[in-house]
Every structure is written in structure tokens, then in C-alpha cells.
């Protein structure tokens, strides 16, 4: 079976209104899909189940499970002309929020307050988004817009994800939330952002430098109750796409005998590089104040339990570069972390820069 014949069967899935996800994993030149056999929705009980989860940032929603046991699973390699990047196409996207004024304004008195409550002594740190609705055309399809991600986010986590009562995804995530095979467990801190000018050799200011290592404590201090010989990369600068963050790697052995992949994902969910810390007092913050619903944005998804290459597996991302796809446009969803010395117009405009990933695919 070659990859026409995996989108043949997507198409033939979205006439039908069945749910699928089809994704590649960052580096990798594989294709991998779940197509639902059923249009039941199948919701995650305790991480169980062998599956693709897709989860919210908020248990205001569903967290849906595409399960093994009722979907047919397919692995393609993606033939090297449909990993081509097409350099061409590198035009910059002029961002219809810039001259938002409405958009812009609201989101920097967002930030002015998130600083001011930071330096209340309410918590440490927020993550503070907004959405952005992009009209685009009739014809382009999401399978369409899935592989231009393809070509042009090599190093992300590259998905399309769909459920005839949810919706439409797509994405390109840097962040994995974790990453378990038998014993073996990953996990990064991924935080500070600035955009990508043709060198890796940049200066981090001290806002960015002390959010990485917020981020990077609290993963250390939680994950050391499950997670044995617990190893931590230095921290170094990481590409992804047209930005550039700061990442620590974080490595060690989970104890299964005690614990699953449900107490590791209870415990960081949602976690500082999308909520803030303390994580309760933030995320109380953000649900009462950013004034929209982030729905699956900030959430997780991908695989759980799965036997891969023999091996049973968990590989979960963190949804961020994403999109919800609809019929006459797509809505964008962007944030970033704020301190106490965050500047609120430079925050909105690295949210304006983040929209670039999911722009240049739709146009």
C-alpha cells in the first residue's frame, strides 16, 4: 500500500464522516494512521486503552480516544518528493491581527493584567493566549493543508486529526509531553521564543532565561516521585520552524510497577509551558480572564499504549502551532508566557509571529 492510497482512504473516511488521525513524527519519514471503524465518540478512561488520544486544555471538553481495537492502523514511508521543501513558497505572511487594533489591544490589557497579578504575589507565571480567524478558500482542503506541513516542519509533530462531533485539527507541535517505551521515559522543557533569522548563535534576555527554568524545575520536582535515575540535558537553543525556543531534555526509567502513563500526565497537565505556575492558581486565572475557549488547544494528543515495532508504546505532544479547520476558515490559536518582566506589546507580537507557522500552509 503506497500513501495515495492511505489519503484515498482518508477521503473516503471524511465523506463517510468517520473519525481518523493521520500524523508523522518529527525527523521521521514514516506516515501513520488511525481510521475509526465506527462514528461512536470514544472517550479515554484512565489512559487504558491502546489508542490516539486527543485531550482539551480543560475538562470542559471530551478527551476522545481513536482506539486500536476499533480502527484499522496503517504505516507508510512518505516518498521523498512529498518531503521536499519547496523554498519557493518562503514568502513572508503579513498578519491580518497587526492591524487589528481591537485584537491587539485587548490582548496587550491581558497581559498588563496577568503582570500586575504576577506581581500580587498570585502566582509566578501565566501562559496568556488568544484566537485569530483566517478566511481562506472553499477548495483547500485539510489534507491539503497536512501536507504542506509535511514539507515544511520536519522537526515538529505533524497531525491531522478528525471526529465528525468534534471537529477538525491540524498541527505542528515542538513539545512533547512524554515519551514512554517499555521503562524507558522522555520529556523536555520547552519555553522563551524569538524568531529564527539564519543562525542558532542568538542572546536569550533574562525574561526567557528564567521562564526555561520555571518550566524545567517544576518538571524536575514532579516527575522525581515517578521517574527513577532521573538524567537533565543542558539547556541549549531549538528550532522549530520559523522560531526559535530554549529546551532541556529530561531522560530517565518510569516505575510501572507503581505508576502509568495516567499519573505521570495527571501531574504535568496542563503544565508551565502552556498554563504558568503555581499550576492551579494560574489555570483558575486563565479560565476566568482570556475570555474565549481554548477547546483542544494547549491540550495533548498522540499515542498511547500502542504496540509499535513490538514494542508498546506512548509517545503524547503537547498541541501547540495549531489550528481548528473549518469550511470557509481556520482559527488560530496563540499565546505565550508571561513574568513579571514581560512587555505586553512584545508579547503580542511574538503571537503574531507564531501565527506564521500555520499561515504559510493555508496560503
Known sequence: MGIEDIYAKIKNHTEQQ??????????SNVL?????????VHESQGFLTSG???????????????????????SVVIPEQELERNLQTSVIIKSNAEEDKEAREKHILLVEDGIKTIKSGSFKKVVLSRK???FKSDSLSAVKVFQRLIKKYSNAFVYLWYHPEIGTWLGATPETLISVKKTNFFTMALAGTQPYRGTMNVNWKDKELVEQSMVTSFLIKELSFFIKDLKVSETYTYRAGTLLHLRTDIRGYL??????????????????AVCGLPKNQSKFYILNNESYDRKYYTGFLGEV???LDSVIQSNIFVNLRCMEFKKEKAVLYIGGGVTKDSDPQKEWEETVKKTETMKKVLF
Open 18 to 27: 468517520l473519525p481518523f488521525v493521520i500524523y508523522r513524527k518529527a525527523g
Open 32 to 40: 501513520q494512521a488511525l481510521l475509526q471503524q465506527d462514528n461512536m
Open 132 to 134: 485569530e480567524e483566517v
Open 255 to 272: 516505575d510501572i510497577k507503581n505508576h502509568g502513563v495516567r499519573d505521570v500526565i495527571k501531574i504535568l497537565h496542563p503544565t508551565p
Open 52 to 74: 490516539f488520544v486527543f485531550a482539551p486544555f480543560s475538562n470542559n471538553h471530551k478527551t476522545i480516544i481513536i482506539p486500536t481495537k476499533k480502527s484499522e492502523y496503517y
Open 305 to 307: 499504549n500502542m504496540d
